[in-house]
Antibody
């Protein structure tokens, strides 16, 4: 059974850097892309970015200048850093297991999610 | 960026009825890489459908997906009480991956 467990600071001041980490238990780590998604309170889902075990990354252009996703294959963990946060970055942040590709074909999309972390940005 | 527009915004139905949810993309979705998720309050989304029409593991067969190109549909054949939730479509074929704004399925 695949489980994702995430942690990080839940309260930040404007201009600080958001930092979250997600640990993956069960299943393969190397065969997938690992994602971060966020959801402002009462609103919809926004994809932030993804990275695979080789370090190949894709980011949402709307956040790309402030986002860094990193991966630690020795610990089956991946992390998110979002710099210069503002109140608009207040959201529940989810880590998630993303696409699994075989010979260029996406076999499955985002399927397993972490429990979510509410990050509030307030002075 | 492919913008996904879901309709209706809210759907009011009774248990036992049939639900039809729509998702329209601003660009053709690559290789039918379209998924549907169910989200209940305070929970992470749950994958229902991938590849436009393939049920995820453990998903009841009352859930079905169809469509291609820019128009996709999620159908719930006979609503159970636990089906009342928010549903999102998601395209994962073209970065940046995007989600629809959601359809809230509420009890009438």
């Amino acid at each position: 059974q695949v489980q994702l467990q995430q942690w990080g600071a839940g309260l930040l001041k404007p201009s600080e850097t958001l930092s979250l980490t997600c640990a993956v238990y069960g299943g393969s780590f190397s065969g997938y892309y690992w994602n971060w998604i966020r959801q402002p309170p009462g609103k919809g889902l926004e994809w932030i970015g993804e990275m695979n075990h080789s370090g190949s990354a894709n980011y949402n252009p709307s956040l790309k200048s402030r986002v860094t996703i990193s991966i630690d294959t020795s610990k089956n963990q991946f992390s998110l850093k979002l710099s210069s946060v503002t109140a608009a970055d207040t959201a529940v942040y989810y880590c998630a297991r993303g696409k699994w590709m075989v010979r260029g074909v996406i076999i499955s999309p985002i399927d397993y999610w972490g429990q979510g972390t509410l990050v509030t940005v307030s002075s | 960026e492919s913008v996904l527009t879901q309709s209706p915004g809210t759907l009011s139905l009774s248990p036992g009825e049939r639900a039809t949810l729509s998702c329209r993309a601003s660009q053709s979705v690559t290789s039918r890489y379209l998924a549907w998720y169910q989200q209940k309050s305070g929970q992470a989304p749950r994958l229902l459908i991938h590849g436009a029409s393939n049920r995820a593991t453990g998903i009841p067969d009352r859930f079905s997906g169809s469509g291609s190109g820019t128009d996709f549909t999620l159908t719930i054949s006979r609503l159970e009480p636990e089906d009342f939730a928010v549903y999102y479509c998601h395209q994962y074929g073209s970065s940046p991956y995007t989600f629809g704004q959601g359809t809230e399925l509420e009890i009438k």
